[in-house]
């Protein structure tokens, strides 16, 4: 038996929607889809749910699962799981009035337009335009993009999201369309997504909408001198100037440290620790010294490029590759301390023509800490999942196995750890606003859980979260990295 937890909503009955829970009898292999059936039959409960297909093409029976858009035809049920309406007005239980948006598309005129004063009608497309549109044309209108969204949810801002932007980055591309599609994408909001990457994650159809559509739309932007915002010109001007993307006011990490073991495992710092969080960078030399590992930490290294690409600067990207291709040439494995560093190399990296073999420094330690040398911290925490590290590497369980082996660690998992916090993407720049709210959502969902401290594992997290716990008077909860707490593990008293 298992225990499932639907949404109910009767206007005429009902003030607003509240949750109910139903017991049934799970089959293999279950959808959502025939648990609300078995539901409905056991309970006589007649909750109501558009669907068609039931083959995962139609897209008609969006809902939110756990927070996160599916289909409920083809997600499998699980026991605990909440089932909620999309982000629209609900009409009855899951069935939701989405023409809100259908509005706005045809508002947009998102589609080509046959009539005899489209003069571009008759243009054909090149095998580029071929490659670019399919890339993002195969939604089938399910919305759970748009549910998804955290800036979509959360944030009461002119932006068209992830499915508005895929649908522009499609037209922009087909020299049959007769708008000016990035113009619109910029009105649209193109500068205020936070490349969380939470739509490609719930897409059935796997459309990559954050990395195809709109850092496209951002690098045809900056090409047109339309972007980026000018809060980013900066992060250009300083990797231009020095390499890094930040500004160091005393020595580097690097500098610092001159750390060459003639080993095969090499650091890349990232641009946060060598010239702004050294200390995070001292504590990992202090993890690896009590568990007997050695590695080099080169120079010459630079920037991961991920600030550009993220903005769509991405005209002196392969400048940088090539230098830490070269610099990182003779190494067996390359460990980032960054998520977003470690994203970057892994996934855009080897569009370059760079293929380092990139862990991220919770899955290269999580087999290699010893504990038997560890104090017991007697604390609290819970875990934050960087997006560039959960959804854009992959990685979930290494970091928890970590904060696991630690003594006297008692873990308390958040509600939607995966939540973006609203770091990522340039928004801290150039749209502080957004940032603030998410990471203020993010705080209260941290103070809900009654840990005393937030650990994470990318710098950029830590600040936002740290600026959104002080937002809600809870300074006492500390926002940390991972390598810090190890460090506080390994001190020696
Ligand atoms: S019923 Fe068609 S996609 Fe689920």
């Not at 038996?1 to 009955?13: C, G, N, T, W």
């Not at 068609?52 to 699962?65: H, M, T, V």
């Amino acid at each position: 038996m298992i225990k499932v937890y639907i949404s109910r909503f009767d206007r005429e009955v009902d003030e607003k929607p509240h949750l109910e829970c139903y017991e049934i009898e799970k089959t293999p292999q279950m959808k959502v889809l025939d648990a609300i059936n078995a539901i409905n039959e056991k309970y006589d409960a007649d909750i109501s749910i558009r669907s068609s297909c039931r083959a995962g093409q139609c897209g008609s029976c969006g809902i939110l699962f756990n927070g996160n858009g599916a289909l409920a035809c083809q997600k499998e049920i699980k026991d605990g799981a909440i089932i909620e309406p999309q982000n629209f007005p609900v009409i009855k239980d899951l069935i939701v009035d989405k023409s809100s948006i259908e509005k706005e598309v045809k508002e947009l005129q998102l589609s080509l337009n046959p009539e005899q004063n489209n003069d571009k009608i008759n243009e054909n497309l090149t095998p580029e335009n071929m490659k670019n549109t399919k890339k993002v044309r195969s939604c089938i209108e399910c919305y759970s993009c748009l549910s998804t969204c955290p800036v979509v949810k959360f944030i009461k801002t002119k932006f068209g999201g992830p499915y508005i932007m895929r649908y522009l980055s499609k037209f922009e591309s087909d020299p049959r369309d007769e708008f000016n599609r990035l113009d619109e994408s910029l009105k649209e909001g193109l500068y205020k997504c936070t490349s969380c990457g939470k739509c490609k994650a719930v897409c059935p159809k796997n459309i990559n909408t954050f990395g195809d559509a709109i850092e496209r739309l951002r690098e045809i932007a900056c090409k047109e001198n339309k972007g980026p915002l000018p809060e980013h010109l900066a992060f250009k001007e300083n990797i231009q100037e020095t390499g890094r993307s930040i500004k160091s006011k005393g020595p580097s990490f690097i500098e610092q440290v001159k750390n060459e073991n003639n080993s095969k495992i090499a650091l890349f710092t990232g641009c946060m620790v060598d010239n702004k969080l050294q200390h995070i960078g001292e504590a990992l030399m202090d993890v690896l010294d009590a568990n007997g590992i050695k590695i080099d930490i080169p120079e010459g290294q630079v920037c991961c490029g991920s600030p550009l690409i993220r903005t769509g600067q991405t005209d002196i990207v392969q400048e940088l590759v090539d230098k830490n291709k070269e610099v990182f040439k003779n190494y067996d494995t390359v460990i980032t301390i960054c998520a977003g560093c470690g994203s970057t190399l892994k996934n855009n990296h080897p569009k370059y023509g760079s293929n380092l073999n990139v862990m991220d420094i919770s899955e290269f330690l999580v087999d290699k800490l010893d504990t038997n040398k560890m104090k017991e911290l007697n604390t609290s925490v819970t875990w934050h999942d960087p997006c560039h590290l959960g959804r854009g590497q992959g990685i979930k369980d290494a970091p928890r196995d970590i904060l696991n082996q630690i003594k006297g660690i008692e873990f308390k998992e958040m509600q939607y750890p995966c939540q973006c916090c609203g770091a990522g993407g340039g928004i801290k720049a150039g749209h502080p606003e957004i940032a603030s709210t998410l990471a203020k959502e993010k705080a209260k969902m941290i103070e809900e859980t009654g840990a005393e401290s937030v650990i994470t594992i990318c710098p950029f997290c830590q600040y936002n979260i740290q600026d959104g716990l002080n937002s809600i008077n809870r300074e006492d909860i500390k926002t940390m990295n991972i390598i810090e707490l190890l460090q506080l593990a390994y001190q020696k008293d």
